[in-house]
């Protein structure tokens, strides 16, 4: 079976902070995703990546960035951390074909 | 611009009591639609993949359909395991190889003993 680890379940930030959501896989997919649920809006794809060090934008990439060091990990960076950015976020992976989800991470931004 | 729309929102069930939830969608070059089980406080759990209209698929008591607009996700004789929010995703290319889905907001779908 697929394992999408997302490294916290919880996470309370302040605005203006840092923020590092990491994720690992242990399934050798190309493919890592990152989006974020919310109430209302559904899930909603932020950024994702095809191969170790190529990212592309989703449709709500402003505000975020990404990294991929390494092919089993994919990380979200919140710049500067704002309110608005208060949401579960959920990482998946795929090789072409279904996307395999983590349990996601709460993050509350105060 | 992609969209999916999923119907009703909510649904309340008897146990043993078959329904139907719909997934209506628009998408330009279609890479498969996609079914998810979500269970509150866990990430979606991924049921089927549909590439094709016609094509169907089963698991259990649920079965998935799809024509060239929408998508339906059967469920027979449901079981209260069976409540949770069922999500439907469409795939487009973005790049590289990769499909990003657009999801549809889910229904929420609850099955009384």
């Known amino acids: 079976d697929v394992k999408v680890t997302q490294s916290s379940r919880y996470l309370v930030k302040r605005t203006g902070e840092k923020v590092f959501l990491e994720c690992v896989q242990d399934?050798?997919?190309?493919?890592m995703f990152w989006y974020r649920q919310d109430p209302g809006l559904g899930l909603r794809l932020i950024y994702f990546s095809y191969d170790v060090k190529m990212k592309e934008k989703g449709d709500i990439p402003e505000g975020y960035s990404v990294s991929r060091e390494k092919k089993e990990r994919f990380s979200l960076i919140l710049e500067s951390a704002s309110t608005n950015q208060t949401s579960m976020y959920l990482c998946?992976?795929?090789?072409?074909?279904?996307?395999?989800f983590g349990d996601g991470t709460r993050l509350s931004i105060l | 611009e992609d969209q999916v729309t999923q119907s009703p929102e909510a649904l309340r069930l008897q146990e043993g009591e078959s329904s139907s939830l719909n997934c209506s969608y628009t998408v330009s070059g279609l890479r498969g639609l996609f079914w998810y089980r979500q269970d509150p406080g866990k990430g979606p759990e991924f049921l089927f993949t549909l590439y094709s209209a016609g094509e169907e698929k089963e698991k259990e008591r649920l079965k998935a359909t799809l024509t060239k607009k929408e998508s339906f996700l059967h469920i027979t004789a449901p079981k209260p395991e069976d409540s949770a929010t069922y999500l439907c995703?469409?795939?487009?290319?973005?790049?590289?190889?990769?499909?990003?889905?657009?999801f549809g907001k889910g229904t929420h779908l609850i099955i009384q003993p």
């Open positions: 399934m050798d997919h190309e493919n």
């Open positions: 998946a992976s795929s090789l072409p074909g279904p996307q395999h």
């Open positions: 995703a469409v795939a487009r290319y973005s790049g590289g190889g990769a499909d990003g889905l657009t």
